[in-house]
């Protein structure tokens, strides 16, 4: 089946540190990968996408790569600000007949100035 | 602007009546779907609409109902079936079904609690 599996929250990390928050999935044929970040109390905003193996992403200093061979789809940031603190979802979409979502379980974000 | 509108932002209901959260998106995509997110978990797929009249139940659609008149539209009630119904409802849309790499764009959510 599908699925999305991430990296268990909270991660708190201090301003201007590196960010990693590890996505991994499992589909049956060719998906696109997304990843999206909500605000407390708001909906879900996208922030980047990835429609094909070996496809980077990017926005805002985020950047994710498509990676196939392990199934992969890991998000980074150079630098993080206090304001990028938030809950970040990995989304894979894009299958068969109708653009179904397969979300992860949502990865908090808390950053410390 | 184009976007997502949900209404009311927060809905208090009594046990035993049902309720219904508005869904409007003036962006012209054909598909519509709602999802419910509880605290500290993912999203959770009620309904999902492809076009107009026509929907189908996602992976929890017991105590839900939904209708799609038109394609703007797509209110979800809650019925008093629902065990469990507090949760924050978040709609979305997207261009169309089929396209492999059209992201889903999210209205602002509605949180319901039951009193």
């Known amino acids: 089946g599908n699925s999305v599996t991430q990296m268990e929250g909270p991660v708190t990390l201090s301003e201007e540190a590196f960010l990693t928050i590890n996505c991994t999935y499992t589909a049956t044929g060719y998906p696109s990968l997304f990843w999206y970040v909500q605000y407390p109390g708001e909906g879900l905003q996208l922030l980047l996408k990835?429609?094909?193996?070996?496809d980077k992403g990017s926005n805002k200093g985020f950047e994710a790569t498509y990676r196939k061979e392990t199934t992969s789809f890991h998000l980074e940031k150079g630098s993080v600000q206090v304001s990028d603190s938030a809950v970040y979802f990995c989304?894979?979409?894009?299958?068969?007949?109708?653009?179904?979502?397969?979300f992860g379980s949502g990865t908090k974000l808390n950053v410390k100035p | 602007d184009g976007g997502i509108t949900q209404s009311p932002k927060y809905l208090f209901r009594k046990e035993g009546q049902n309720v219904t959260l508005s869904c409007e998106q003036n962006l012209n995509h054909d598909a519509m779907y709602w999802y419910r997110q509880d605290p500290g978990q993912g999203l959770r797929l009620i309904y999902y609409?492809?076009?107009?009249?026509?929907?189908q139940k996602g992976d929890i659609a017991e105590g839900y109902s939904v209708s799609r008149e038109k394609k703007e539209s797509f209110p979800l009630t809650v019925t008093s079936a629902q065990k469990n119904p507090t949760a924050f409802y978040l709609c979305a849309s997207s261009i169309g079904p089929t396209d492999s790499y059209n992201e889903q764009f999210f209205g602002p959510g509605t949180r319901l609690t039951v009193l």
């Open positions: 989304a894979l979409g894009g299958l068969y007949n109708f653009n179904k979502f397969y």
């Open positions: 609409s492809q076009i107009v009249n026509d929907f």
């Open positions: 990835a429609t094909k193996a070996d």
